[in-house]
């Protein structure tokens, strides 16, 4: 009868990013959970891997994993025996140190002072049988107290291991000198021809009552965090579930550091089998299945006259002649392209993609699944504050003629325009609402230039003119009441901002739209002085958004008075209660205009409208006007958006027949906000919708532009037509994005 095995518990982890495999290995989505060799994910493999050391007898098993990874865990190991054990999930990741902390305790707790091995889930071992046999000669020098961990004899000078010096012993055991990290090139080469430097594998193993004397003695403030978050832990069917504030105290570092480099006597057991830590595009080109030129295929690839290349597509057609030594790595949103030599350094691309908020490093693309709230909330800021804005504040601004420069090319060189009232004004109140939301730039001095410009302007009644030529003077003197709208939302942000001549500058203004653009029957505003013809919605949408800044800005509810007489017009005229539709067109009477204007509405109106309501009825307490808000943005989701790209049509009529099908961008920016106001306001939860409408924003309009710039116009296939950037959406974006800046912030 062969002789009882003596007790090992097993603690897998499960927390690493595997940044090293990006674009495949993401933060939601890491390298432990992919099925890269064909035979089921590296988890699964090493949990079968800790079961299969006593035949037909069911072992312990724990997990040591993130909690947001949980649904991963669960598919993954569905039908798997764990033995008794079971996963142990952070709230958020503390490195090696506390996941061995935590293994040490619940063996002491559950099963008393046995032997623990804890194990990385990532990487690929050749046999089971030579796994255990390699475990199986440390038992020895753990029950006498010593750490013993394990060591890959390097066949190469790798720079991307850690590596551990040993004494000059042969055999099973080995005593530790040092651990060193991840050496250069030259180190690397010295520590092969020592022969006395093996490869770290990451595994320990010790009896528990040892390790936990060592980090009372070497970690006592992770020993402590990491038992005070265990006691306070919920365990249910699904597992231990750490309570966030206690573990979030807990430092963060590796078991290396913490530990290993100031214990004593520890000792090291050379591995009996084949390893690798699938730690990069080259690692998996020598464990692959290859084909007959040495490269590995992996996916939908078409690779012509191609040698010891890694080549892998997720999805879309990958074709490839002539490459030599080469990682190609294509997701459904990203490309990786190396020699194979050089993957090691898709690090540096993942600093720099998380460096700027991009989300490829986050999140893998699905269509069934949106990321968590407040996503974008690190890449709309970079693009705001560290590229947009500084462009914008500088090449967009006309030292020579003033002002502002009507459009920039996609190569940021401004180009020659006539310069309207509406952009320069918009222009101001973007820098004014960057100054509010912290922007370090020269706010005050950008709105001052944008003053005494627009000053220019001025009629001899009050009011604003229409368009300057390039060298500043007055090109079209007509007082348009859209314009009117946008300089005095413009002179509402820069009072706030403490610009001396704005309140005047905005009094004189409302006085000249009393006398010369207020209809005399109450119905609204005329579009130009003495003009009886068409009305539009559109400037009366803007007066509206004016009024509200000017209320916020000096806490004057004879501003709410003026809002609420154009929210009334709404009511009883702009919008449709049959089709849930807003009018952009109307007769004098404010009838619906004749043939296909009166058709005509905008699902970007419907978004700013809503977004407008909303404001109103939070400042003057008319909650019944939430019920057009939400009946707008319904109407514009249901019937307003190209299902090939979810973007914003620019015009569809009143029953959802396209009219205009190509998609700009303001329209998107709108939906943001309309989401954001929406969201919970006594309706439903819009906090996917509010992430959803600020990716495809991104992902149509933004990411394909150059830095600090966008793509105006879409056409109905995706395809972009913009030939220049307007300045004029700047506000669009401006407004947009800082209200999901402090939309997020507000988030747990």
Not at 64 to 84: C, K, M, P, T, Y
Not at 546 to 553: M, N
Request: hydrophobic share 40%; proline share 4%.
């Amino acid at each position: 009868m062969a002789a009882k095995k003596q007790k090992i518990i097993s603690f897998v982890m499960s927390g690493g990013v595997g940044s090293r495999l990006w674009p495949l290995s993401r933060e939601d989505f890491p390298k432990q959970f992919h099925n890269i060799s064909g035979q089921g994910s590296m988890l699964l493999r090493t949990v079968k891997r800790m079961g299969a050391r006593i035949e037909g007898s069911a072992v312990p098993v724990y997990l040591l994993a993130s909690e947001r990874h949980s649904d991963h865990i669960n598919q993954d190991l569905a039908g798997v025996d764990l033995g008794g054990g079971r996963p142990i999930l952070e709230p958020m990741g503390r490195n090696t140190a506390s996941a061995v902390a935590l293994a040490t305790e619940i063996t002491l707790r559950e099963h008393g002072d046995e032997l623990v091995l804890v194990v990385p889930s990532d990487h690929e071992i050749t046999t089971d049988r030579d796994f255990w046999n390699t475990i199986e000669s440390g038992i020895s020098a753990a029950n006498e107290g010593r750490i013993v961990v394990f060591g890959i004899q390097p066949d190469r000078a790798e720079t991307g291991y850690g590596y551990i010096e040993t004494s000059l012993q042969t055999g099973d055991i080995r005593d530790v000198v040092r651990f060193v990290e991840k050496p250069n090139e030259q180190t690397a080469k010295q520590y092969l021809e020592s022969g006395n430097f093996l490869w770290n594998a990451g595994i320990f193993f010790f009896r528990a009552s040892v390790m936990r004397d060592v980090f009372k003695s070497h970690a006592a403030e992770i020993w402590d965090g990491a038992i005070a978050a265990l006691d306070k832990a919920d365990t249910n069917i699904s597992g231990t579930y750490l309570p966030h504030d206690l573990y979030a105290a807990v430092p963060s570092i590796s078991v290396d550091y913490a530990i290993m480099e100031r214990a004593s006597d520890i000792a090291l057991v050379p591995a009996k089998f084949r390893w690798n830590d699938l730690g990069s595009w080259q690692s998996l080109l020598e464990v692959g299945s290859v084909d007959g030129n040495g490269n590995v295929i992996v996916g939908d690839v078409v690779a012509i006259d191609c040698e010891h290349s890694y080549l892998r597509s997720d999805g879309r057609l990958l074709s490839a002649v002539g490459l030599r030594d080469t990682a190609v790595v294509a997701t459904a949103d990203a490309t990786f392209v190396a020699p194979v030599s050089e993957s090691q350094n898709v690090r540096k691309i993942v600093e720099q993609l998380e460096k700027t908020g991009r989300l490829e490093t986050k999140f893998t693309p699905a269509q069934d699944r949106l990321p968590h709230v407040g996503a974008y909330g690190n890449r709309v800021r970079h693009w705001l504050f560290d590229e947009t804005l500084p462009l914008w504040s500088t090449v967009g601004v006309d030292d020579r003629h003033g002002g502002f420069h009507e459009a920039l090319s996609f190569d940021a060189i401004p180009i020659k325009k006539t310069k309207r009232m509406r952009t320069m004004a918009r222009q101001i109140y973007a820098f004014a609402v960057a100054h509010e939301m912290g922007w370090d730039g020269p706010a005050n001095a950008l709105i001052d230039h944008g003053i005494s410009y627009i000053k220019k302007g001025r009629t001899d009644r009050g009011g604003w003119t229409k368009t300057f030529n390039e060298d500043g003077s007055v090109l079209d003197p007509t007082e348009d009441a859209y314009d009117q709208s946008c300089v005095l939302l413009a002179l509402a942000h820069a009072h706030k901002a403490g610009h001396k001549e704005a309140l005047a500058l905005g009094t004189e203004t409302f006085v000249f739209i009393d006398d010369y653009l207020a209809d005399a029957r109450l119905t609204g505003f005329l579009e130009t002085p003495g003009d009886t013809g068409l009305r539009r919605a559109n400037p009366h949408m803007h007066l509206l958004e004016a009024f509200l800044a000017w209320h916020e800005a000096t806490g004057n509810r004879d501003y709410l008075q003026r809002a609420a007489r154009i929210v009334d017009l709404f009511r009883h005229h702009m919008f449709d209660a049959e089709t849930w539709t807003l009018g952009e067109y109307f007769s004098n009477d404010w009838s619906r205009a004749p043939g296909e204007q009166g058709e005509w509405t905008e699902p970007g109106h419907h978004f700013e409208w809503a977004s407008l309501l909303s404001d109103f009825a939070r400042v003057t307490g008319q909650k019944d006007v939430m019920r057009y808000g939400r009946k707008l943005y319904a109407s514009a989701i249901a019937n307003g958006l190209n299902r090939s790209t979810e973007l914003a049509y620019n015009a569809v009529s009143r029953h959802g027949l396209p009219l205009d099908t190509n998609s700009r961008s303001w329209p998107q920016t709108e939906a943001v906000k309309a989401a954001i106001a929406l969201d919970g306001n006594g309706g439903p939860d819009l906090k996917p919708e509010v992430e959803a409408r600020v990716g495809r924003l991104f992902r149509w309009h933004i990411e394909p532009a150059p830095k600090g710039l966008w793509i105006d116009l879409i056409d109905e296939t995706g395809k972009a037509k913009a030939e220049d950037v307007p300045a004029s959406i700047f506000y669009h974006l401006v407004c947009a994005l800082t209200q999901y800046v402090a939309y997020v912030g507000k988030k747990p």
